[in-house]
């Protein structure tokens, strides 16, 4: 079993920055990638960033600029720092891992940018 431990979120105001972490433990015997998604009430879950393990990023267009995705493989945690936030970043954001042919989700943390 693998879990998924997000932590960061919290309440900003628009034009401040957060940070969020992701640490995996478990039974992980390889990652292709792991990344950041958000949904906010009523709508899809979408990307937001990824990574994989040799260090390839891929990031929304919404974000491009403002947020950095980066990893710690000898940790098994990826962070994505979160800047210059707006209003519409208000979301739940949640962290993936895709490896051993599986997909893994975190329990999601809040983040909330107030005007």
Do not use: H
């Not at 390889?30 to 990824?50: C, K």
């Not at 979160?82 to 943390?109: A, I």
């Amino acid at each position: 079993q693998v879990q998924l431990v997000e932590s960061g979120g919290g309440l900003v105001q628009a034009g401040g920055s957060l940070r969020l972490s992701c640490a995996a433990s478990g039974s992980i015997f390889s990652i292709n990638y792991m990344g950041w998604y958000r949904q906010a009430p009523g709508n899809q879950r979408d990307l937001v960033a990824t990574i994989t393990s040799g260090g390839t990023t891929n990031y929304a267009d919404s974000v491009k600029g403002r947020f950095t995705i980066s990893r710690d493989n000898a940790k098994n945690t990826v962070y994505l720092q979160m800047n210059s936030l707006k209003p519409e970043d208000t979301s739940v954001y949640y962290c993936k891992l895709l490896g051993q042919g599986r997909l893994y989700w975190g329990q999601g943390t809040q983040v909330t940018v107030s005007s």
